[in-house]
């Protein structure tokens, strides 16, 4: 049944069913054709746009003094993202610092003795009493203990330096 239709028969078929189609949707307005309008610079420009661009002219505004017009939490926004960034830096540093302890002690060390200098260490900064800096340095703790050391802590027993 299907072995007497050819490749030329099949695309002559699909050609008028196209032109068919796309008779269809001009007749209907379903499909308008656009055209560029030109404007009296030589430029063509579609007749409708779905958006338009507009560039805005850029305000330019004396540079003002440092305090006035701020407000006072602006000024506290500031103050807040320096103490943050002395806490990273804390962290980064009693981070590295416990690494080394952990290395320099190696596996002859105890528990007793690597908590005892942890804790020393960790005292050291009272700043980075709060709970995200807990879970990082616990964290840290456990791993580096269990590598360096071949000494396993627990969570518990990791927070429990910080006291």
Known sequence: ???????????????????????????????????????????????????????????????????????????????STSNIDKDFAALESLAVELQEICADAGPTTTKEVLSDQMRQQIAAYPTLNTIAFKGAISNLIVKAAAVDCNITFTIAEAEALWQ
């Open 1 to 79: 049944m299907l072995e007497g239709i050819t490749w030329g028969n099949f695309a002559v078929f699909m050609v008028a069913a196209l032109v068919l189609y796309f008779i269809v949707l001009i007749v209907t307005g379903q499909l308008k054709f656009r055209y560029k309008v030109e404007k009296g610079d030589g430029t063509a420009v579609p007749v409708k746009k779905f958006w338009k661009v507009e560039e805005q002219p850029a305000v330019v505004t004396g540079q003002l003094p440092a305090l006035q017009g701020m407000d006072i939490h602006e000024l506290d926004s500031e103050r």
